[in-house]
């Protein structure tokens, strides 16, 4: 199955939730959000969201500064 993360394109190959990619991907998740095809997905949904072939996800980190 491919996927793209941030535009960049990814193989994975068994049945996946988006709560399982973004930890095999360690992503920090204490301060992202994630779309998937273009819409929000709430950190509740996502041990729930199973990824389908060519499902873009986009990531956005939160950063502090001022």
Do not use: C, P
Request: charged content about 20%.
């Amino acid at each position: 199955m491919r996927i793209q993360i941030n535009d960049k394109d990814f193989e994975i190959t068994e049945k996946t939730n988006l709560s399982q990619l973004l930890s095999a991907q360690n992503v920090d998740t204490s301060a992202v959000a994630v779309a998937l095809n273009g819409q929000i997905i709430h950190r509740e949904q996502w041990q729930q969201t199973e990824l389908k072939d060519n499902d873009t996800i986009t990531l956005v980190q939160a950063v502090a500064g001022g």
